[in-house]
């Protein structure tokens, strides 16, 4: 029941309040509903996580399991806000602490967030997922969870589904169990975008910035088409991005007065949520924690150093120790699979840095004909300066080439948002070379360069990938605080409202057009979420599918077979069985079957399926001895040919007369 996910959204809410109650009188009152509602979703975070956790090792991941937790929670949080008194007084910070704007760029500004909001949260709650990485892990490893009833390991040819960080998943599995079906994905992403906003905004009145400088840092992330497109999706990119926002306000914070015990514990949380999110996490980081670092060696306070590690250590392992103790039993490696990750760069060198970097950028700046023409000449230039292929494989990750397309979640480039971190980066320069108000720009500029240094090391590490931009969401959630300084602090109003202009103008098209679930009701949208049926959006990039897998599932229906063996080749979108099985996914038992890999020593010797589905896959032996009939076969063309066929045991195949 969909009103059963408000359950966690309370939880969240309950911790908000909890956590405004704390705020010493010292906290700037501007500060205090925001920096509560930051630390509030860090905790609700990981106390999801360590839920989750608990459930898993009961073998109660169900909706049972989960209903109970969160109303557990909420009852816990209830009696104890009540008892203490810190209901009254939560509210109360809050409350008071809540500014509404007082001049017409405030107002214009709240007003266009909240329209841009709602938008998404309307496109994400009437379309399913949508995206190949979507079906082929994030919602697949969450239907094997449900189906297990634990997180623990399952025999799967796409291993991915097993050691990528499942955090964002956790939370679409919680949301899965209390609405039992999909139509909650999308909320991990949207959630995140809303407490993203909040985190940015804050960060740059940490600096300094004025009322309408953080409403720009908060416009600066709203209208990227990379984000704005994932914001009603079922990725995990945004999740990422405000747990980035959250690192970033405690470090902007401790650059200018001492950080409590409660930041410290906030800002442990969010690194081992990022750890827990995604694995560009740790290069993006890495910069600022040396930053915060430095600033704490320079205060010489050795005793807060070593409590703060102490705290950070403490959070890290508790909230990743079931993932990577998992991780490790299956594969004898914490973090990663056995196979080798075709991700990162086959060699290293200076000539890597600048080939990635360089392509990276031109990533990010894709946009009109002549501006790519220009960049691709360039590009060419710098290649054939080191001697080496624009494309060369050793450090490519797929496709030799630029997908122009401004309304795809996967490769939408930031080309006015990129040029604006140039800009920030030389009005900075400019200031410190006139030597105004020179301590505090300093600040600002070295958040910068740990935006850029963190690009840096990605591009050292990390093949080159077309669809790579939404990767770098963090340096620029790095560089909103610095975006909303400089505009209210450096320059003249009317160029805050002239770069807001520009930015809402680019936001409209993937806004309204989003390829795979299209908020418009124009006729050349054939994904539009007013037109098309929920079943129809699900195939919106694997239309070459369709037929096959629902002809299939429907098979699947009729013959009275329940268990299936999957053999399913390494990079296939899984997730389609799950959504298109008739009446509902949690009358089946789908398991992956003759797995070539480690995990088929986790196959479980009393699966007997009665029917088989090969998808982009050898047949297994199985097949071939005589023991399972074949009921239907497809072909289709979708980069390259695919196949799907479906075997059942013979009494499963109805018999017909002549």
Known sequence: MLVLSLLPVIGILLFWIYSASIQTSEEPSDFIWQESLIRSALIWSAWLVIGTEILSLISEITSLGVIVFWALTILVLLIFLWKTGRFAFGWYQIINSIRLPKKIFGWI????????????????????????????????????????????????SITWQLWMPPFSEMIQLNFYLLTGNDVMSFYNQWQSLVLALVAVSAAAGQFGAKKNGQWISAIFILTMPIVVLQASGAKNDLVLAFIFSAVAYYIIKATHENLGVWDKISLSIAVGLGLLTKGNFPFFVLPVLIWLLIIFIKKKNWKDILVFIGIGILAVGSL????????????????????????????????????????????????????????????????????ISVFDQTITNGPGEFFIVPTREEVAANPIHFLVTCFVVLVLLISLFKKKNCSKDRKVLYLCIAAFLGMVIFSAIFRWQVWGTRYFIPYYVLFAPAVGYIFSRCLPRWMGWLVCAALLAWLINPLLNNHSRSFSWSESNRNSIWTMSRKGLLFANHQAYEGAILEMTYEMYTSGCR????????????????????????????????????????????????????????????????????????????????????????????????
């Open 320 to 387: 990743n120790a079931g993932q990577w103790l998992r991780n490790f039993n299956a594969f004898g490696d914490p973090l990663n699979s056995s196979a080798a990750d075709f991700t990162l760069n086959q060699r290293f060198g200076l000539d890597v840095v600048i080939s990635n970097l360089s392509r990276n950028i031109v990533t990010q700046m894709i946009s009109i004909g002549f501006v790519n023409e220009i960049m691709m000449k360039a590009l060419t230039t710098i290649h054939n300066m080191m001697g």
């Open 109 to 156: 500004s709240l007003v266009l967030i909240i329209i841009i909001l709602i938008i998404l949260f309307i496109t994400g709650i009437l379309s399913p997922p949508t995206i190949h990485d979507v079906f082929t892990y994030h919602m697949s490893r969450v239907m094997h969870w449900i189906q297990n009833r634990t997180l623990d390991y399952f025999p799967t």
């Open 563 to 658: 268990e299936y063996g999957m053999v399913l080749g390494k990079n296939v979108p899984e997730y389609l069985f799950w959504a298109t099985l008739t009446p509902d996914a949690s009358e089946y038992r789908l398991e992956h079957y003759a797995v070539d890999n480690v995990t088929a020593s986790l196959e479980s010797p009393d699966f007997e399926p009665c029917g088989i589905i090969v998808l982009d896959a050898s047949s297994p032996e199985i097949v071939e001895d005589g023991s399972y009939s074949l009921k239907d076969e497809w072909y289709f063309e979708s980069d390259g040919e695919r196949h799907l066929i479906l075997y059942l045991l013979p009494e499963y195949i109805p018999q017909t007369t002549e």
